[in-house]
């Protein structure tokens, strides 16, 4: 007889049920959600991060219960927040959040750090993480754009499947990616607020990546909190089953994010009960419900079984699922944290990775008269929030949900400390030969960062303009999780260094480059508006950028900095530009001085279509590294795929005509026939 064969149906819906650490961790209740109800999964920390000691006897008292006190013995999955490393061990190896990982244009520095994330997960005894974040950053205001990989479907597409399989590379540990589908989009910028799109937007800018993880085999997703015109994703069969299922051929495990099952009774009104919500999200297609700390859940669903209104294969089908991804990672003979793993957490080579990647997130947004790099002999005056504190270094979801509470970090560097090593600090602008001003956010996580301004605080941008009021020389270095407006001090300023929220390692990145002991090569994986009310995306079309003269140009494109913005200390140039079929060839050469890396990219745009095509969008990548006079021919292939788009019906369209293809200044126009 199969294990499933031999659970009772409460034993089965137990599986299907998620507590979070802080309703069990009591050891009564443990047990009363283990034994007497049969829980399944548990997730979360309570408020900090937990030792690796204190989660391996963490782990082991939970699995005791679970093993030895049960009459399956069926071990607990437990899922973790690991979303930019192993941000909730202490001492775990801190990356830049994801929109950092992104400028890097690098998909296989995003597999190592995400293997890296992996090896400290399985050494702190948890096997199943609810990263990558895959949902496409396309509104700023959204307080969880960091998590994102950017605004561009491609971009994210490539960098998510990067992600999914270094995670998952040792096979013993599950991604997630999250939150399908369209959370990213809210109206407002709020967090968990509605988005309102329509399919062929979903289609063509929210569900690339999603596909793209399913197939690179991705063990499970976590559905979006919201909800697209009104329907919340996780009431939403066709969403769901249809298309993620369906479509998608997802096969892994469907969990829903924190208590969203509830939500659609008391938050969206659409399920009048709470077991009208139940059936809902089931009938949807939902496996496991992150309740996340009662047991409302469970109790309805059994009512609706023995009332005849869910039938028990569904309950089946759900539970082969959970079952299943628990024998895939192993945990079925390893319930327990392994001991030798844990010489795999953050070593020298994983912080090395944490290093390369601060380095490369790095993006150089302006750079008048070469004010950088500084001379090593330079006097610096440096000042700005960001100057001292580990928080706005690390963002959100670092040792603590917030981020906010530096106590909990190892022992780590401010850029004050960072730079103090390097060169002379000195205490006026008066005194300095240039002025360092470092501004931004400090950490959020969720909507504890929801803002109704996408502006700098007005404190920071007044300091930013009395440093550059001075006279001295002023680079602005921007520690922030999303684009702050900053156009009034942007002008100002002869530097700007975007640094994201680049982790652990940070300080001494942005020191590295500050200094020219690294030479920039991250490129903005977003559009950085100017004004907070002109949101426009790169792959706008031409009547979202009509100008308000009469002759209404297609010009009102104004960014502060376009998407893939990047500069270098060195200089590249292109030549060459060809199209033969869908191979489209370019010649890239350092032209300055240094060695240094350039993100080649290449944008395609169709010149008339059925439904009106995007001025450009992005259609392939890569890196070279070249050194000074050195060329690269880098080839790319194209495909009819990726020259098609969504069309009115929500299926992908190729219409055959006239094409450009556009890397960096230069343009070719070619045609592909029917
Ligand atoms: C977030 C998810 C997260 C979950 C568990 C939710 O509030 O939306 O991204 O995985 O909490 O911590």
Request: hydrophobic share 40%; net charge negative.
């Given at each position: 007889?199969?294990l499933l064969d031999r659970m009772t149906l409460e034993e089965k819906i137990g599986q299907m049920t998620q507590l979070?650490?802080?309703a069990v961790?009591?050891?009564a209740r443990l047990r009363e959600a283990i034994v007497t109800r049969h829980v399944g999964s548990i ?19 939970i699995q005791d219960i679970a093993t030895k006190d049960t009459r399956l013995g069926m071990p607990i999955l437990y ?208 496996d496991m419900c992150m309740t996340?700390?009662n047991y409302e859940f469970a109790d309805e669903l059994l009512a609706?079984v023995r ?5 028990e294969?569904?309950i089946d089908?759900s539970v082969r699922?959970i079952l299943?991804?628990k024998?895939?990672?192993?945990l079925l003979?390893?319930p ?339």
């Open positions: 007889m199969s979070t650490l802080g961790i009591d050891s997730l979360n920390v309570v408020d900090t991060a937990l030792t690796l000691d204190g989660w391996h006897a963490l782990i082991r008292r899922g973790i927040d690991f979303v930019h490393g192993a941000n909730y061990t202490r001492g775990g190896t801190i990356f830049p959040h994801n929109i950092g990982m992104a400028a890097t244009f690098d998909p296989d520095l995003v597999r190592e750090a995400a293997e890296v994330t992996a090896r400290e997960a399985l050494a702190s005894g948890l096997p199943w993480n609810f990263a990558p974040v895959l949902d496409v950053g396309r509104q700023p205001l959204w307080p969880r754009f960091y998590e994102t990989f950017g605004e561009d479907p491609y971009l994210a597409a490539r960098l998510g499947e990067a992600a999914v399989t270094g995670m998952q590379s040792s096979g013993r540990v599950a991604a997630t990616m999250k939150h399908y589908l369209g959370y990213s989009a809210p109206r407002t910028g709020w967090d968990r607020t509605p988005a309102a799109l329509t399919e062929r937007d979903v289609r063509e800018h929210f569900l690339p990546p999603f596909r793209a993880a399913a197939a690179a085999g991705a063990d499970a997703v976590m559905l979006n909190s919201g909800d697209i015109d009104g329907m919340p994703v996780h009431a939403s069969r066709r969403w769901v089953t249809d298309v993620l299922r369906g479509e998608l051929g997802f096969k892994g495990v469907i969990v829903t994010d924190y208590a969203d099952v509830t939500f659609l009774h008391t938050r969206h009104h659409v399920a009048p009960t709470m077991r009208d919500a139940v059936r809902l999200a089931i009938n949807a297609g939902i996340p700390d609706l009332d005849g209104t869910i039938p294969h569904r089908e699922r299943n991804l024998t895939k990672l192993g003979s390893h327990y944290p392994d001991d030798a793993a844990q010489a795999e957490f953050a070593t020298d080579a994983s912080r090395r990775v944490a290093q390369r990647a601060a380095r490369a997130s790095i993006t150089l947004l302006k750079n008048d008269g070469h004010v950088l790099p500084l001379q090593k002999s330079a006097r610096v005056f440096l000042t700005g929030p960001g100057a001292t504190s580990l928080t706005m270094l690390n963002g959100g979801w670092t040792y603590t949900w917030q981020g906010t509470d530096a106590s909990h970090f190892p022992d780590a560097p401010t850029l004050r400390d960072a730079l103090r090593r390097r060169v002379q600090l000195v205490e006026s602008p008066a005194e300095a030969d240039v002025a360092v001003v470092v501004l931004g956010e400090d950490a959020y996580a969720e909507w504890v960062g929801d803002i109704d301004d996408l502006t700098l605080p007005e404190p920071q941008l007044a300091l930013a303009k009395s440093v550059e009021g001075k006279g001295v020389p002023t680079v602005l270095v921007l520690l922030e999780g999303r684009p702050r407006i900053i156009r009034d001090v942007a002008d100002g300023a002869k530097g700007i260094v975007m640094a994201y929220w680049p982790g652990m390692r940070g300080a001494e990145a942005i020191a590295d480059v500050l200094l020219g002991d690294v030479n920039p090569s991250g490129r903005l994986p977003f559009t950085y508006p100017r004004y907070p009310n002109a949101l426009i995306l790169d792959d706008h079309r031409f009547t979202e950028i009509l100008s308000r003269g009469f002759d209404r140009k297609p010009d009102a494109f104004y960014p502060q900095f376009a998407f893939g913005t990047g500069l270098s200390y060195t200089t590249f140039a292109y030549r060459d530009l060809r199209v033969d079929g869908l191979t489209v060839r370019v010649t890239v050469t350092n032209t300055g001085t240094r060695q240094g890396r350039d993100a080649v990219l290449l944008f395609t745009h169709q010149h008339y279509a059925s439904l009106a095509p995007a001025v450009r969008r992005l259609a392939r990548f890569t890196t070279v590294d070249l050194v000074p006079g050195e060329s690269r021919v880098v080839t790319f292939t194209l495909s009819r795929e990726t020259l098609s788009y969504v069309g009115q019906d929500g299926r992908p369209v190729f219409e055959a005509g006239a094409f450009d293809a556009m890397v960096g200044d230069l343009t070719t126009t070619f045609t592909v026939g029917p």
